[in-house]
Every structure is written in structure tokens, then in C-alpha cells.
């Protein structure tokens, strides 16, 4: 059957252009991109995604600070960094999040769910949380101060932010990367220079 | 009783700061302010929401682009507004978002429920889809594009994004505003130049 179809979707597709506003040299992408640049491409100016849940990151390699891109339209830098803290517009390489689940209606009971356990301090130690749920602000749900210190992921994907309303830096978590134990934040991503987490959200696709 | 508490906090209390990192002069409110100019204080650089959410202004009279305070803290500019597409660093007016509905955890099935009906087109007209949940990607559950025509407030607050992910320009919908009917994009702020709308969420407080 699969070969009546000359072009697969596949699960995850994601379109990007050395201009903003979708405009200059395209490229579309099924799979993970190392280093745009290995493309002729010097850096990714806006993007569409298609399909699936994507991860970009500020240098090649995945390195740097890290976007959550789910579907939909990109015209440029700001609309998916949400942050200029840096002033570096830059994206050089992307990958899938395999391990985002399916988005399901609430009265589905069987869908995978995400969970992931919160401890306030590193290395796991401390006053814990288990989650399963979105979280625009922590602290109005009763997390006691702007900080987590360790996380374990038990399944699907998470998005962390530095303040509320998923603002500010981005740190993905996934159950399938570390084990899904991130014991400091130094283990967060290279971009991280404090343990301050204000907001946190499933990363569903 | 009350008389026994000699600081009542009430269901809302905001602290913001002249200078960034809640450094500066420092006021306490527990209701809205129409023109942070009125108290002597010129601009917000940093805040913390203590109790309530609350909607901030970039300019007095609650007029210009619009930002949804949860509880937290927000230590300058980028750490509430998520956007850098206007170099106008302002908040100047803000107040409570008095239909917000109470945090509930899953379990509990007597709180009340945001509801809200997206239209295809303005006017409440075309396809239109009831929800009560968040959407980080509306095409990723099924809308068909990156656009909403107008939309109707039934019970709650709800903040919608111009991008996927909770980014770009914040539109604040309340069904206690406009008899909770926003029926083209010029009703929903001053700062709306387009109908696109790509992720939005309920405000929990």
C-alpha cells in the first residue's frame, strides 16, 4: 500500500525558510535537522509545522536555548522564541519530540497521560509533587517559592518556563531522554542558569 | 472575626516595582489602577502577583497591548509581555480579572467550568466549535486555520495568542465584558491588527 503513496506524511513534518513571513529558499523536513547550515541554509527565519510536536534549538547539535514549535504558523523569530532576553536570532537545528502523547479528548480514558514528579530540591530530595496537568503559575496551585530543583519525567513530554503564563526561557522534558531524571539544572539544557520554574505544560501533539 | 486580621489580603493583591528585579519605589494593590502615573510612580519595570490573576496595560485607562498576570513573579519587561514586536517597554494600567474561575483539581466535578464558542468567521458566523479546555495548537485539534472570526465568552476568562504555544500578542476575553461577545478583532483590543489567533488557555486563579 505504502507504495501507491509516492510522498508519506509520516508522522511529523516541519517547513522552514531563510526568510520571514515564509518567504526565500524552503525546505521541508520529516525528521531531525543537525545543522542547518549542512542544507545551505544560514539560519531558519520563519517555519511552518505540520505535523507533530518539534523541538528547535538556538546552535547545531541541539544545543543552546531550546523552542517548543506544536502546529501551526512561525513568521519569525519572535513568535517562537517568546523571549529576547538573548538578542541572537538564531534556530540551526530541530528535532521530533517522540515521546509527546496524543492530544485526546477528556472523556477518552484511555489515552496515554503525561506525568512527571516535581521535587523542590537537586537530586530529588525534598517536598515532591506528582503532576499530570497543565500549570500556568505553580505558586497559585500551591508550589511554595519560584524554584524546582530536580524533576522526573515517568512519561510523555513537558515544557518548563521560567515565569508564569509560559513565558520566558523553555527547558523540554522527556521520558525518553536522561531516563527522564533531570537532578539539577545544569542537566536542563545549556541555557539554563538558574533552577527558576514558573510555569509548566504537557507537550501534546 | 475579621477585625482580628488587621490586613485583610482579599481575593487579590498585586506589588509592582519602578525599577527591574523589584528594586525601586514599591506599592501594593488590591484592586485596579487606572494610571500608575496617578502614584507618582512613572513606569512598572518588575512586579509580583501575590493573590488573583490580573490584566495589565501598556498604556492607562486599560488601553493598548494586553497581559495576563498570574501568580508569580516577573522581574522585568519580557517576563510578562512575551513579545518584543513593539520596542514600547509600559505597563501603565492593570486590574483584576474578577470572572476568572477558581484552580479545581480534575476530580472535583461541582466547580465552575470556562466555556467559550469559536466562529469560523466574524459576526458569529461560519463553523464554530465550544470549548472548555486549553489549546496550545488550535490546528493541531482540528481548526482549520490559523484565524478565528469572532468568539463568544460563555462563562470565564480566557486568553487568547496571536502564535502556537501561548506566544505572541495576548487578546483577554471575559464573558462579564461586552456581554462576553467579541464579534470581530477590533473588539478585542487596541493592539489586535488581525484576526489570527493560533493557542489559547482558560484563566485559573
Known amino acids: 500500500m505504502a507504495l501507491n503513496n509516492p510522498t508519506p506524511l509520516g508522522p ?15 525546505l521541508e523536513f520529516t525528521s531531525a535537522c543537525q545543522n542547518i547550515m549542512e542544507c ?7 517555519l511552518k509545522v505540520e505535523c507533530g510536536a518539534w523541538a528547535g534549538y538556538e546552535h547545531s547539535s541541539f544545543c543552546g536555548q531550546q523552542f ?4 501551526g504558523e512561525y513568521p519569525h523569530w519572535e513568535s517562537w522564541s517568546g523571549s529576547n532576553a538573548y538578542h541572537i536570532e538564531r534556530m540551526m537545528s530541530f528535532r521530533p519530540i517522540c515521546s509527546a502523547v496524543s492530544f485526546s479528548p477528556k472523556s477518552t480514558q484511555n489515552h496515554k497521560e503525561s506525568k ?3 521535587f523542590e530540591r537537586e537530586n530529588f530530595i525534598g517536598r515532591q509533587w506528582e503532576i499530570n496537568d497543565d500549570y500556568p503559575s505553580l505558586q497559585a496551585m500551591g508550589w511554595s517559592n519560584n524554584e524546582i530543583g530536580s524533576m522526573q519525567v515517568q ?11 509560559y513565558r520566558g526561557y523553555q527547558y523540554i522534558m522527556e521520558c525518553d531522554r536522561h531516563g527522564g531524571e533531570y537532578k539539577h539544572y545544569r542537566e536542563w539544557g545549556s541555557h539554563a542558569q538558574s533552577f527558576q520554574v ?3 505544560r504537557r507537550i501534546q501533539q
Do not use: H
Open 198 to 200: 514558573q510555569s509548566l
Open 40 to 46: 545551505s541554509v544560514d539560519n531558519i527565519r520563519s
Open 68 to 71: 517548543v514549535l506544536e502546529r
Open 12 to 26: 511529523w513534518k516541519i517547513t522552514v525558510y531563510d526568510q520571514e513571513n515564509f518567504q526565500g529558499k524552503r
Open 155 to 165: 512519561s510523555g513530554a513537558w515544557v518548563c518556563y521560567q515565569f508564569p503564563g
Open 116 to 118: 512527571m514528579v516535581l
